[in-house]
């Protein structure tokens, strides 16, 4: 069966700091990958999604950048956090067929607030 | 421009009624899906129910069965039979065919229900 993880599960961070979220997914091959961002009391923001290994589209401007070095990896990173990323990050997998459901399916989250 | 929209922020029902969380969307594509997720206090996103856009019947899983108007674009969840588990956040989201090969999906921005005693 298929898991998906990720870590840290919580992060408090200063401004101006790095950050590297990292997702990774078991029991798949080739699964698309996404980042989203969810504000407080908000709705999901799509942040990157990614086909395949080094193919990530980036849906938003911003200073978060995102990287897939394997398969099964998904890392969501930044070279100094803003006040306005504190936020649940959630990763999520779906599998790539033309026809079919294309659920996504969700990890459990991390919880970062920046200080 | 929103393409999903859930005008109810927040709803209540009694235990063991149903109730109807509303969404409409917005697309000119023939070939979408339309999806509902279940947030609970814990944060993780649980899928619910599926709804295809050629699909002519309404999708049902157990208690949740989605009233899925076309023409309206409209394609709300019902819940049969609520339980005090069942209060969370809910939402609505949608998958265009012109984008199948992304796969991404664009979320409405929630119902908050609360299920009462």
């Known amino acids: 069966s298929q898991t998906i993880h990720q870590w840290p599960a919580t992060l408090v961070q200063p401004v101006g700091s790095p950050l590297s979220l990292e997702c990774t997914v078991e029991g798949t091959s080739n699964p698309n990958l996404y980042w989203y961002r969810q504000a407080a009391g908000r709705g999901l923001q799509l942040l990157f999604y990614s086909i395949g290994i080094d193919q990530i589209s980036s849906e938003v401007p911003q200073n978060l950048s995102a990287s897939r070095p394997q398969d099964r990896q998904f890392i969501l990173s930044s070279k100094k956090l803003l006040l306005s990323d504190s936020g649940f990050y959630l990763c999520a997998w779906s599998v790539p067929t033309q026809r079919g459901r294309h659920e996504q399916f969700f990890g459990p989250g991390t919880r970062l607030t920046v200080l | 421009a929103q393409k999903i929209t859930q005008t109810q922020p927040g709803m209540f029902v009694q235990e063991k009624e149903a109730v109807t969380l509303d969404c409409t969307y917005d697309?000119?594509?023939?070939?979408?899906?339309l999806f509902w997720y279940k947030q609970p206090s814990s944060g993780e996103m649980i899928f619910l129910i599926y709804?295809?856009?050629?699909?002519?019947q309404n999708a049902t899983e157990g208690r949740y069965s989605l009233n899925f108007q076309k023409a309206r674009k409209s394609a709300n969840l019902v819940i049969s039979a609520s339980q005090l588990g069942d209060s969370a956040m809910y939402f609505c989201a949608m998958r265009e065919g012109k984008r199948w090969n992304n796969n991404d999906m664009r979320f409405g921005a929630g119902t908050r229900l609360t299920v009462k005693p």
């Open positions: 697309t000119s594509d023939q070939s979408y899906g």
């Open positions: 709804q295809g856009s050629y699909d002519e």
